[in-house]
């Protein structure tokens, strides 16, 4: 199985400034069809988990543009580029090129 | 509304069974994948399994094959997990979730809130 690594494991940042989250897979996500393989998912808190990014870097539908991913092949990078108090919860990636599909440990995201 | 809704999650002793059911609604459930991810008590997420539109197709983690079985019936817009052999390790909130197969692997774009499975004696 893919074995998919975050960091940091939680986060405090003040409302306004930016955060960023890395994730390392065990194996490359790039297919041969040029696609990455790459997702990030929040989990409020008391919440199911809703998707945020697909592809490394694609906003799903809704998803504020002061989200973004990059990364290629085995590392990535969630970026907020200014912190709001909703984004609170717990961020994981998760590789769709396998199954099992498997997620990061998760990050948690408070705010100062 | 779009949504999925969980139900028939509770307390059972170990060596026990239980069924969950998911039902569907506000989209064409019968041409979706889907599938069910748990997470046990304040730690991360882990897949179980998955189902192909027409239940054709089925697969499992490795912790649960052998125990669970997952199924579907198109014309109730339901999904289902059947758990045998319960151990305390299953212990979680077990989400519904829908699947886009993309070939290869896929995600998860819709998510139910989750029903709570306790294995204890």
């Known amino acids: 199985d893919i074995v998919m690594t975050q960091t940091p494991l939680s986060l405090s940042v003040t409302p306004g400034q930016p955060a960023s989250i890395s994730c390392k897979s065990s194996?490359?996500?790039?297919?041969?069809?040029?696609?990455?393989?790459l997702y990030w998912y929040l989990q409020k808190p008391g919440q199911s988990p809703q998707l945020l990014i697909y592809?490394?870097?694609s906003r799903f539908s809704g998803v504020p543009d002061r989200f973004s991913g990059s990364g290629s092949g085995t590392d990535f990078t969630l970026k907020i580029s200014r912190v709001e108090a909703e984004d609170v919860g717990v961020y994981y990636c998760?590789?769709?090129?396998?199954?099992?599909?498997?997620f990061g440990q998760g990050t948690k995201l408070e705010i100062k | 509304e779009v949504q999925l809704v969980e139900s028939g999650g509770g307390l059972v002793q170990p060596g026990g069974s239980l069924r969950l059911s998911c039902a569907a609604s506000?989209?064409?459930?019968?041409?979706?994948?889907m599938s069910w991810v748990r997470q046990a008590p304040g730690k991360g997420l882990e897949w179980v399994a998955n189902?192909?539109?027409?239940?054709?197709?089925?697969y499992y983690v490795d912790s649960v094959k052998g125990r669970f079985t997952i199924s579907r019936d198109n014309a109730k817009n339901s999904l289902y997990l059947q758990m045998n052999s319960l151990r305390a390790e299953d212990t979680a909130v077990y989400y519904c979730?829908?699947?886009?197969?993309?070939?290869?692997?896929?995600?998860?774009?819709?998510w139910g809130r989750g029903t709570l499975v306790t294995v204890s004696s």
């Open positions: 979730a829908r699947y886009q197969l993309l070939h290869p692997g896929g995600y998860f774009d819709l």
């Open positions: 506000g989209f064409t459930f019968s041409s979706y994948w």
């Open positions: 189902i192909k539109q027409d239940g054709s197709e089925k």
């Open positions: 194996q490359s996500l790039l297919h041969s069809d040029g696609k990455t393989y």
């Open positions: 592809e490394v870097s």
């Open positions: 998760m590789q769709g090129i396998h199954l099992p599909p498997t």
